[in-house]
């Protein structure tokens, strides 16, 4: 059952821009494949000759990432698969140029700049850790290129050159962090991998515990990849002995051996309910659902949620597959980027960057997850819901917002950074302005 929250109440989390994001309403590896089935720097055109364009797919296929960024690959795949089998973007047809950035962030400068120079793509789609985010972020700024990035993260960065299909935090952390006030628990343990997206995400988490009652009673990271989770697991029922909630911003292989041990030293999710933002069907289908089942995860999609578009689109995917293939949030966001830079283009009729990024403003799409319009501040309106895991390892969707919440880059909680927007569509104000 949905639980749906009256969408006033929530208007904190999409109305701090005051205005300014007003919506135009618009119609590592070395190993390199490439896919019909896609280049563009700021001084030469796209390789749009003769009948395709070259854009770029840039995620880990190996290291510990892979265990999650392979899928959105495969989302990314059958988008182009599906718009070349309609017909393609302005006649062309879409050919991917796949690269791996071997979950190794100076590999992914690397192979963005290799897209960019020598494979010269009209876009890029790619990353999935913050950490590979930043490392990408100077090459397509310094190139005035374009990368779409499809993975919820710690907001504080608006980029000119990003447009950003996942949640911000108050499309996700803080509406998560609310109900767990109201409905767990104030003491929070907060853990996390030791890279940018947890360590930003936390800093925001306990501003908002100041705020709003709660208690941060500690907080501990892990190398990326570190599975020696047991000191950790000490500290949390130390910080806990009577029970709290558990926020986890873990990513990759360590989240294994975490809810493994976690249950295996008896602490479940009736005492200790863990909340996670990086947890999503395709990572309770490999760590066990039988270690998961009861916990919580906050996302803009889940493979259950009930929309017509869905249903299409997770027959689409098994059919193309296998049936015993799961949807995801980063993999839906990673599916509806393509379609949204397909509207762009056309819009613009070329495939010109600065021509694609002025099109995108307000380009609307009946998604997956439900209807979602693109803000000129580079992000996506998005619902919000939360869920928890069920024996079959599917999401029961609990708490859901009543419609879109607009995206906030600049968090409203951290106090260097209340009161700040950005918005792209006028060159006064840009990446950050006070709002």
């Known amino acids: 059952m949905v639980i749906r929250f009256n969408r006033r109440k929530f208007l904190v989390y999409g109305s701090a821009t005051l205005g300014t994001s007003m919506l135009l309403k618009a119609c590592g590896g070395t190993t390199t494949t490439t896919d019909t089935g896609a280049t563009d720097s700021a001084t030469e055109a796209p390789a749009a000759g003769g009948e395709t364009v070259k854009v770029g797919i840039l995620h880990s296929l190996s290291g510990t990432m892979a265990i999650s960024e392979t899928t959105v690959v495969d989302a990314e795949k059958l988008a182009i698969k599906e718009i070349n089998a309609a017909g393609g973007v302005l006649g062309k047809q879409i050919e991917a140029v796949v690269e791996d950035g071997a979950s190794d962030w100076p590999t992914f400068a690397e192979k963005a700049e290799k897209l960019i120079d020598q494979d010269k793509v009209a876009v890029v789609f790619g990353g999935w850790t913050s950490a590979s985010r930043k490392a990408m972020l100077p090459v397509f700024e310094s190139k005035n290129h374009m990368l779409w990035y499809p993975l919820q993260y710690e907001g504080q960065e608006c980029s000119k050159n990003i447009f950003y299909s996942g949640a911000t935090p108050n499309q996700q952390i803080e509406p998560a962090v609310n109900w767990l006030l109201e409905n767990k628990s104030k003491d929070f343990f907060l853990v996390g991998s030791d890279y940018v997206f947890p360590r930003t995400a936390n800093t925001i988490i306990k501003e908002q515990l100041k705020a709003e009652g709660g208690n941060t009673v500690g907080e501990d990271y892990l190398p990326l990849g570190n599975t020696e989770v047991t000191p950790i ?203």
């Open 233 to 435: 697991i000490t500290k949390i029922k130390a910080a806990l002995p009577n029970g709290g909630v558990i926020f986890n911003s873990l990513n990759g292989d360590s989240n294994v051996a975490f809810f493994k041990q976690l249950q295996g030293a008896g602490m479940g999710p009736d005492k200790y309910p863990v909340m996670s933002v990086s947890i999503a069907e395709e990572e309770v289908k490999q760590i066990g659902p039988e270690f998961l089942k009861g916990h919580l995860a906050a996302w803009n999609y889940f493979m259950t949620v009930e929309t017509p578009e869905n249903t299409k689109w997770v027959a689409d995917f098994k059919a193309e597959f296998g049936d015993d293939r799961v949807t995801n949030d980063p993999m839906e966001a990673a599916y509806i980027m393509v379609y949204l830079w397909k509207q762009a283009v056309e819009a613009a009729g070329t495939f010109d960057i600065p021509e694609v990024r002025t099109a995108t403003y307000g380009q609307e799409l009946a998604a997956p997850e439900g209807p979602v319009t693109v803000n000129t501040n580079h992000h996506l309106s998005k619902t919000v819901r939360l869920g928890e895991v069920r024996e079959d390892g599917m999401f029961d969707i609990i708490w859901a917002t009543d419609g879109a919440i607009e995206p906030l880059p600049w968090n409203q909680f951290v106090p260097d950074t209340i009161g700040f927007a950005c918005d792209w569509s006028d060159p006064a104000k840009g990446g950050k302005f006070k709002a």
